[in-house]
């Protein structure tokens, strides 16, 4: 598990550190950094740089001489400090990284397709950054996963079976659908289906919605299984495209997963999602000590004024209630029925 992540000269950060728990729910405005501390995680655990984002040189705070990421794992083993630097001039120094399973999911990942890409690698341990490996991630369920059982706190229908809790938390999304999914290796070809209907005539939501289900039910079953050391899952707006209700259900069952021992990071822009997790809390299917909710003022990294982003830890308490409500903090809805009055 990952205890701190610091962050210097880092993109809109000038020195920003994070205490971090089982779950940990990133939420702010837009280009405020919550995404920049998802690129750290991902750089700490890559050691290089990142494909689509450039240079490590663009990842600099203006008139600084380079940044430095640095976190704290703590394993059975004893504790890691990964640390990832780069300096103009092209020095990079690094050190160990982050163990275990890592799965990032983009916000901006596959929806409706009506044929997915299949993996020559059998050895496939995530979901794809877009989501577009999760035929082949299911289909190591039936040959190198069939001992896997869900851990009771994620159950979402009687037995243990993955398959079945994968479609019975689809359900809560959208009552009724029946999820299938088949592979043609003779042509590398995945596909999905709802009710018998190909993805495109089900909308964006349940083929959004398809790859964290997958990534939080199969990861929390291996850990349980003592199958990895470690799971941290790196989720970019896992609400996206979800009726209010769905998103709710999203937070409850991202709560129940760090209740095993999965660890994520979550961006968010959903009130919805925080009040599913802050339900679990109420209702004590996880710890409010294990839930951090951080919230992300802008900065300005590479303009004219160079303001550093801030970062507010926002306390969640036993009951699931929050201690204080910043200004832009999941409060649109109130002041928008204000408007109304």
Known sequence: MLKKLSLTSFKAFEKESFELGLINILSGLNSSGKSSVIQAFRLLREQKALPEYGPLGEYIRKDSKGFHLKCWEELLSGQYAPFFSYERMGKIEKEAWIHGIVSYIS??????????????????????????????????????????????????????????????????????????????????????????????????????????????????????????????????????????????????????????????????????????????IKNKKILHTDVKCFFFKSGNWNGINEEPATVDLIEIDEYGMVDYWPDGFFDETEKSLQRLI
């Open 107 to 280: 916000a901006d990942r596959f929806g409706p397709k009506n044929s997915l890409p299949l993996s020559i690698d059998d050895t496939i341990e995530t979901v794809g950054n877009k989501g577009e490996n999760v035929v082949d991630f299911l289909s190591r369920l039936n040959k190198d996963w069939d001992d896997l059982k869900v851990p009771e706190k994620l159950i979402a229908k009687e037995g243990t079976g993955i398959e079945e809790n994968i479609k019975e938390w689809l359900r809560f999304i959208s009552p009724g659908i029946d999820f299938k999914y088949g592979s043609d290796y003779n042509t590398d070809i995945g596909h999905t289906e709802f009710n018998g209907h190909r993805p495109v005539h089900v909308g964006f939501g349940l083929s959004y919605t398809l790859p964290i289900i997958a990534s939080v039910l199969i990861h929390a079953s291996q850990l349980m299984a003592n199958k990895t050391e470690s799971v941290l899952l790196l989720l970019e707006n896992p609400e996206a495209h979800l009726h209010p209700s769905g998103q709710t259900k999203m937070g409850d069952m991202l709560a129940r997963a760090a209740s095993c021992g999965v660890q994520i990071i979550v961006e968010t822009h959903s009130d919805h999602l925080l009040n599913g997790v802050r339900i679990a």
